[in-house]
């Protein structure tokens, strides 16, 4: 089993930054690929950004040049940096890991509020 802990959300003006982190642990060598979801209210849960452990990445066309996905293998730890922030990038961000697809082990979640 893995265990993913996130942190880093809050309320940020438009125009923001706020730097998510998710701290991974227990049977980590399970883990190659390493993602953020978001799932706004009314809305499906969406991937927003994956990295693979050879630092492959993946974003969503709406969050490219403003988000940064990043990964410590050293420290077991994923990141999302999220600079340009929108209104309507306010969601709950999941943080998601597993084998070969970022699905298999999922995070509580943390919220992340972006005011106009």
């Known amino acids: 089993q893995v265990q993913l802990v996130e942190s880093g959300g809050g309320l940020v003006q438009a125009g923001g930054s706020l730097r998510l982190s998710c701290a991974a642990s227990?049977?980590?060598?399970?883990?190659?690929?390493m993602g953020w979801y978001r799932q706004a209210p009314g809305k499906e849960r969406e991937l927003v950004a994956a990295i693979s452990s050879g630092g492959s990445t993946y974003y969503v066309y709406s969050v490219k040049g403003r988000f940064t996905i990043s990964r410590d293998n050293a420290k077991n730890t994923l990141y999302l940096q999220m600079n340009s922030l929108k209104p309507e990038d306010t969601a709950i961000y999941y943080c998601?890991?597993?084998?070969?697809?970022?699905?298999?082990?999922w995070g509580q979640g943390t919220q992340v509020t972006v005011s106009s």
């Open positions: 998601a890991a597993g084998l070969a697809e970022p699905h298999d082990y």
């Open positions: 227990g049977s980590i060598f399970s883990i190659n690929a």
